[in-house]
């Protein structure tokens, strides 16, 4: 399978308790997004990587959230002392966006369920 | 950011063909159209993308109308595996997100009845 995997598929945790997800793109793409989506409502866009560097990252929901691409590949996502507002699905997607070229679909995984007790 | 506009849900029956909304009255002219679906437990999965002209792939058809205030997603034939939500989103310049990520809505929530 060559596309973009999210490990693990489900987290259940306590109210304080640290998480992190994994998230392995499509091998050849530069960027790598994160998302959030609650019920009912479509994905939200948390942050987004060109190969390393975090380009953006203004609009992680607090600062217990936090994202890294330490070589360019995998991401992870880690979220600190979770709270029950913070269960949620949490998408990555990846894409290869080349200068000059007019789009660049994303390609999502499957996400991470993270259930907060 | 310009929006989009699309009703909560809409039935169809399958193999007839299905015409998915989408108004978007504040477009600016760099922004393209895209759409995207999600089936249940699943991420969203790319479906097809326009400017101007309409537009066609294996999966679906676009069209656009002429002064880009409202578009259409065609399905030309559904299918129970097409019952899922469809997304309008407008990104400009065609780019898979970039700073301001794609913002997705609510969408439509497609009902295919067999």
């Known amino acids: 399978d060559t596309g973009v995997s999210q490990d693990p598929r489900h987290k259940i945790t306590k109210r304080g308790q640290n998480v992190t997800f994994r998230c392995d793109p499509i091998?050849?793409?530069?960027?790598l997004y994160w998302y959030r989506q609650t019920l009912g409502q479509g994905p939200e866009f948390l942050t987004y990587?060109?190969?390393?560097?975090?380009?953006?990252k203004s609009r992680l929901l607090s600062d217990r959230f936090s994202a890294e691409r330490p070589k360019g590949s995998f991401s992870t996502l880690e979220i600190q002392r979770t709270e029950q507002g913070d269960s949620a699905m949490y998408l990555c997607?990846?894409?290869?966006?080349?200068?000059?070229?007019?789009?660049?679909?994303?390609?999502f995984g499957s996400g991470t369920q993270l259930s907060v007790l | 950011d310009a929006k989009t506009t699309q009703p909560n849900s809409m039935e169809s029956n399958e193999e007839e063909p299905v015409h998915l909304p989408c108004n978007h009255s504040?477009?600016?002219?760099?922004?393209?159209i895209h759409w995207y679906r999600q089936l249940p437990s699943q991420g969203p999965e790319y479906v097809i993308h326009?400017?101007?002209s309409n537009v066609n792939n294996r999966m679906a058809s676009l069209a656009i109308a002429e002064d880009r205030k409202s578009s259409t997603l065609i399905l030309h034939r559904a299918t129970l595996r097409d019952a899922a939500v469809y997304y309008c989103?407008?990104?400009?310049?065609?780019?898979?997100?970039?700073?301001?990520?794609?913002?997705f809505g609510k969408g439509t929530h497609l009902i295919i009845q067999p």
């Open positions: 326009g400017l101007t």
């Open positions: 989103i407008l990104n400009r310049l065609g780019s898979g997100g970039g700073a301001d990520g794609l913002t």
């Open positions: 990587f060109q190969n390393e560097a975090q380009l953006e």
């Open positions: 504040t477009i600016s002219g760099t922004d393209y």
């Open positions: 997607a990846s894409s290869l966006e080349l200068v000059g070229a007019d789009r660049a679909e994303l390609f």
């Open positions: 091998s050849e793409h530069n960027r």
